[in-house]
């Protein structure tokens, strides 16, 4: 599986285009996603005027990390607090959440955010405008560490170590309705999603959200930590590179030659709408993903390789890893 | 089952009064239904100022009836047709269509409404605004139906007894996924649905969406017809009885004495909130019910009697069937 997206960026050069031709309905129905960021064109003249990133959701990019002057006593207070030995893919979740990857949401969900989110794969923020949430990034425990927590306002959240990595604040506990929160993120319940047998069935009762607070970033040693490009050094990577829009491709397999034809088409279309340096994102999943998929490493050297090849240009070609877990 | 809901009317005179506290989250749940039409009072001043029925969702009452003047003609092409036999559940549905109900619906679900209302609980409008819609109103029909309508792009809906009811416009026709229904709709694919036994797992593996255009009125003839009042016909008894609040119980059961407090103790804080005339609608489901639901016409008579003894005033309270079934 893999997806297409486009983020252009904010300017007024772009031609005037015409686009997909949508299904009859009685309602406009929400945009093809690969044209929902385009601006409307201001003006047919080429002449660059501007170019800045589109916001984040919720208008600010999230960064949940302690400062570097204040690590030492949330230590020292997160050695004080029960703790929740986090999964591997909790562990993944949290590095999602740190960097602003699910922005606007500032820690796991609690249960507001979780319904919204299975009810109307929406947030509705303070504001009142509604943001795009389809997934419920969410963290579950057992009975056992429900009653460790207590009546703890806080908890520490260690790796396999036993090594913190984050504070959770403010926590609030809640039910983990496993079979409702399957039935309603795939619209079934049979039997072999991998996502639901790798972590949700085996996972606790009840869920636990509270506002995030990252002492020790999520590293992985695999030699592949310098491809974590956060949305912030994206962000300055595009900025660094003048793109005038930009274009993610989020994969978990190699890329083949209908991905190819993909990139290389969007791309031309892009230029053909009178951008002029549009960047591709080539974002390969990090996090979990089917056993029997390819590992991250091999699809890394495959990802290069393509590059090298002049499939794909690496001056206008950005690869680096999306932490998320396959979900 | 039965649900509370306080749609008031727009009025400058109500005091300020302060809102239930809401759960913590980082952002802002939907408000409290009951709380929800509430006008941002402009003055603390009791005077009566203006007050007028809000508006229904997307802005203008759906009524989907064949002009009388045109019935003749529309029955006469209705009858070149290919037919659909509706059930029991879907006449109600064209019922609720028909009358607004289910405003800005314009017919049956075509597949971007069926999938909105599936993955946002909500559909998103030409103006860019969006609406609850939380019920899939869809028409269901079998493999040889589909191919009776071959490349017709209407088609005549008819009752039991075969006479024509209405016809559907511009249809679309789209799987039936009745798994991926039950799963986002109930959360769970549970055996013992009442709605999904009764009219989503014997129906047909397509539907079909279009726009209605309703030529002969569902009547019931079972002496309740006059209390089946349409959602134009309440706006106009509320206005003719002056309310500046009008707050609505919706139930499939008899009224008890938790119903009744609930109402009772509603219009008391809505006194309280500074509105001099809030109108009670309590508002039975005349449609499918559970087979061991107590029957309609019991339940009307039973509601006469909870006025009559003075436990709902007559003088504040319509009593109205709500035509729509169980679902």
New interface residues.
Partial sequence: MAAMASLYLKTSNPHSHSFPRL????????LNLSFRRQPTPRTRSATRISASLIDPDGGKLVELFVQESEKDSKLKQALNLPKIRLSRIDLQWVHVLSEGWAS????FM????FL?T?????????NGS?VNMSVPIVLAIDDGQKNRLGSFTSVALVDDKDDVVAILN?I?IYKH?K??RT??T?????PGLPYVEEAITPAGNWLVGG?LEVINPVQYEDGLDRFRLSPTQLREEFQRRNADAVFAFQLRNPVHNGHALLMTDTRRRLLEMGYQNPVLLLHPLGGYTKADDVPLSWRMKQHEKVLEDGVLDPETTVVSIFPSPMH
């Fill in positions: 299904p009859k309905t009685h309602f406009t129905p929400p606007p949401l500032k820690g609690r249960e507001s955010e919204q299975l009810h109307f794969n929406s947030l509705r923020l303070e509604v403010d609030e309705n079979e409702e039935a309603r795939w619209g079934t319940i049979a506002d």
